[in-house]
């Protein structure tokens, strides 16, 4: 899976994402990390200590990646998680790329609250279409895509966690590093301007270059109310 090649790269800038808001989060959280693909956050969950961090993903493929890598992870989705474990209880849910992907994410934010314990909260990192790059590119913007099914700004955002019942307490620009290769291929698929030409004319060696960059994603933290 092309994702799961450049899982060094996202354990790392899942890392990092966290540093953010660490001392927003309780001292040894239990945490469940929704769509979990290989198991990047979850790797990078335990790097900073927290021993209590399970994930959930319904390809099975990518479940099967993170099972080899030792990851504590249901194949599924929420609701079947919740059917299996109904009474378990967690400090931090988190929607990696995950909530522009579902048709009704304010029915899945009310699944999740379920399974928060007091005080608990949920971190959330969306395509942010309020950004200046989303005005500049208008509709050619990279994550209008057909698999995404909702639209987020930081002000919608914040008002979908005020509808479900969580104060916002952190926002911040997702920086993340991934292979210079593995970006032209992305701007390959999506029919960038002269990205086929910049892979012709990239060197083997500078497309293994990691690299970071910002590519209008916001990281947001919602605490219950």
Known sequence: DGHDTQYDLRVKSFYNA????????????????VGSAGGAFIEAAKMHGFDNVEGIEPSKKLYEKSISRNHKIFNGDLKEFIKINGTKKFDLVCYWDVIEHLAYPKKELEISKKILNKNGLLLINFPDIGTFQAKLFGKNFWWIISVHLVHFTKGTMKSLLEKVGFDTVHMSRYWQYLEL??????????????????????????KKLPLPYYASQTTVLGKLK
Do not use: C
Not at 183 to 203: H, S, W, Y
């Open 181 to 206: 290769g593995y970006l032209i291929e992305m701007a390959i698929r999506l029919n960038f301007i002269g990205a086929r030409f910049l892979n012709k004319l990239t060197p083997k060696f500078l």
């Open 18 to 33: 966290l540093l953010k808001i660490k001392k927003k989060l309780p001292q040894k959280p239990s945490i469940l990390d």
